[in-house]
Each structure stands twice: as C-alpha cells, then as structure tokens.
C-alpha cells in the first residue's frame, strides 16, 4: 500500500471511528429513553396492614397479593378532594375493568366511618368490583401507615389538621410492591395525584377541573402491570 493510501486509510478510520461512538452513544439513549418509558420504577414494598372494611372483613396486604391496587387516604365526609378522588377511582375501575384490579379507601376519620357507614358510602360512589374495600381502624394506626406509605395524613391530636391528608395515589403490583413510572427528566414520581385539574399539564389543582392528566397515566400503567 502506497504512503497516500495508507494515510487515507487512517484518516478514514479517525473519523468513522467517533462517529460510530456517538451513534452508538445515541442509541443507548434512545434505548434508555424508551426503558424508562416503558419499564416502572420499585418504590418499597407495601407496608403490611390489617383493617376492617364495609362488609366488616378484616383486610391485609396479604390478602390483595396478586392483585394490582390502588391504595388512597380519605374520609367519607370529605367536602373537598375526597368525592374527586372517589370519582376518579370509579372512572379508573370502568376503565381498568380486571377481577385482578382492586382500589384499597383507608378511612382517616374512622370515629364516624364505622364499616356500616363505609358501607352506605360505597353504594353513593358507586363502588362495583369485590375488591374495592373501604377500610376503618385505630386512628393512631392509621396516621402510623400513612407515615409508612409516605403520604400525608394530618395529626390526630391538631383539631385543625387531623382531618387533612393529601390528594395522592399509590399503584401496588402483584408482588406487594409500591411502583410509579419515571417523568420526562427520568426521575421516578414515586405517586400518582388523584386530583382534577385545571391544565392538561396537571399544575393547577381545581375541585371542577376539566383535566386529570395522572388518572389517566395510572390507567396505562396499571394495564402494565397487569399484563
């Protein structure tokens, strides 16, 4: 091989050589990219519980393995979030429409929501499916598996607070585990609002709003996970 030919040759390689590291660098982008899109992230394991529902059957975490679930705070003589909440856990069921779907209500005001009163609610919400179950117990236990869970329930003993709680979701797989998808900068979300909106990008929370862009992720993704 002549001089020039040689040199040619190496000057090809210098360039053709970077050039397939960066393809290859955006392919494993594109490839993490659609990972993270597809593929949902483990927050921990479901806190083990034990109350009692509507129908007055004691209800644990054990009993809903192999079941995706959803698992909310609420009481039922919520004015606020709490029937927007419901509403949308209704729409979810239709929508899911599984016998391997179930929705777990804890009762953060269990004083007022004996499983009788739970039971007469579930019937105005319009709860259909067996494993819906509205649960009731020791308030102190309840505020305890909230901290667990990591969603806010307010304190028992501030008259002004015990009744608050957030608006937020956890999605369960069949395993017992608490799992979320990733936002668009790759950062695991951890929960799902239950909330309405009053913008398609979920900014503004509105009891009346038009938009519930997290319900309908959290349908895609409890169709993920129960496939």
Sequence with gaps: MSKNNKAQTETKKKVIIPIAIFALLFLGIGIGMGYF????YTVMKVPDF????????KITNKDMLGKVYLVEFFFSRCPTICPVMNRNMRFIEDEVNSPEFGIVSISIDPENDTPAALKEHAKRVGAKSPDWHFL????????????QFNIYVGDKEDESESLN???MIALVDKEGNIRCRYN???????????LNYEDPEGKTPKLNGKYHPDREILIEDIKKLLK
């Design 37 to 40: 899109k597809k593929n949902l």
């Design 50 to 57: 034990e109350l009692t529902d509507q129908n007055n059957k």
């Design 136 to 147: 009731t117990g020791d308030r102190d236990y309840i505020g305890k598996l909230a901290d």
């Design 165 to 167: 709680h957030s608006g």
């Design 184 to 194: 668009k900068d790759n950062m695991p979300i951890l929960y799902y609002s239950g």
